[in-house]
């Protein structure tokens, strides 16, 4: 199983976007999903999770009030929509099911400019 993270652009700061995270997998709606991101020369760190429910629980505390997530269980699809970015949450995005064995995707890149 491999995800796909898609929609990463570069977007100026104050700007908003929406990331996407596709994981065909069966019964995808039973499972929680992880947002991360990762920066160059940084380890990678949990932004986010989505749980089964399509409750977003953000875990980083930098983007509290400012992300959100939901998910399209029809589309196996898990998004990670991002309000007044900030250059330093310019990373790479990553998605990841929670209990999965499985490769971590590509990821999605996500600049911010001043």
């Known amino acids: 199983v491999q995800f796909v993270e898609t929609g990463g652009a570069t977007v100026q700061a104050g700007g908003s976007l929406t990331i996407s995270c596709s994981a065909p997998?069966?019964?995808?709606?039973?499972?929680?999903v992880n947002w991360y991101r990762q920066a160059p020369g940084k380890e990678r760190v949990q932004v986010a999770r989505?749980?089964?429910?399509?409750?977003?629980?953000i875990r980083l505390d930098s983007v509290k009030g400012r992300f959100t997530g939901y998910r399209d269980d029809a589309k196996q699809t898990v998004y990670l929509q991002m309000n007044n970015l900030r250059p330093e949450d310019s990373a790479m995005y990553y998605c990841?099911?929670?209990?999965?064995?499985?490769?971590w995707g590509r990821g999605t890149q996500v600049t911010v400019s001043q």
């Open positions: 997998i069966f019964g995808f709606s039973n499972y929680d």
């Open positions: 990841f099911v929670v209990g999965l064995v499985a490769r």
């Open positions: 989505i749980t089964g429910a399509g409750v977003p629980l």
